[in-house]
């Protein structure tokens, strides 16, 4: 069965650490407290820490993402597609939501909003399973009004120091305002090229299409 909780901390076994989540202060706080903890994929990927606490999007009444993934899903949902090197499923929305409703949407299949951890996993998600128009990104909130992927916050983990050190030339067109422009979309880059590369700011209310990204326990 699945097993999620709303807030707290869960690590990697026996050897995980017990101390309180880390809720506020800068990466390099974080980083000194939390050490390597930001540098494995999957158990950081998949929310490890809960968001600091003014990241929330005032125009949905000062929403935040809280679900936690803590075991994988045995098989990929019905009309996603795998990709084998990761392990994990992707799923084209049905339509377009707010970033909450998406969110919400992706929680029910015990996912999240995809997240690009490098240029590769972006190309391969937005050739194969994006269609036409504007797609939410996991990325919400940030520590300021910034353009760049390292200061922000998303929906599977606290901090984006190890995808910006891996997705060179990718970036917000518009700074992610933290509360009341707190998400970034972007199109396939057939579609446009710049609009690919270059993340546009929203308020997180308007409805906008997203891909669904969930884990999976095996890929036989």
């Known amino acids: 069965a699945v097993v999620s909780t709303q807030s707290g901390h869960y690590g990697r076994g026996a050897a995980a650490k017990k101390t309180t989540a880390a809720t506020s202060g800068s990466f390099c706080t974080d980083f000194k407290n939390w050490g390597a903890e930001y540098f494995s994929d999957y158990k950081t990927r998949y929310y490890k820490l809960e968001l600091i606490a003014h990241c929330n999007s005032q125009t949905l009444q000062k929403w935040k993402p809280t679900y936690k ?70 990325f919400f909130c940030s520590t300021g009004n910034s353009h760049e992927i390292k200061d922000t916050r998303t929906m599977t983990r606290e901090n984006t120091q190890t995808i910006h050190n891996s997705m060179a030339g990718f970036r917000g067109a518009q700074p992610l305002h933290h509360q009341n422009q707190a998400c970034w979309r972007n199109m396939r880059q057939s579609e446009n090229a710049d609009q690919y590369k270059n993340w546009h700011h929203d308020t997180c209310q308007t409805t906008n ?8 326990s095996s890929t036989s």
Not at 210 to 216: K, T
Request: hydrophobic share 25%; aromatic share 10%.
């Open 69 to 138: 993934i803590t075991e994988k899903t045995s098989s990929c949902p019905s009309g996603s597609i795998l990709r084998e090197s990761t392990g994990t499923c992707y799923k084209q929305s049905p339509g377009p939501k707010s970033i909450r409703d998406a969110e919400t949407y992706c929680n029910n299949l015990n996912g999240h909003i995809f997240v690009p951890n490098n240029p590769e996993e972006m190309q391969w998600v937005t050739t194969r399973v994006y269609t036409n128009g504007w797609h939410y990104l996991g």
């Open 209 to 216: 299409r997203f891909v669904c990204e969930i884990p999976i």
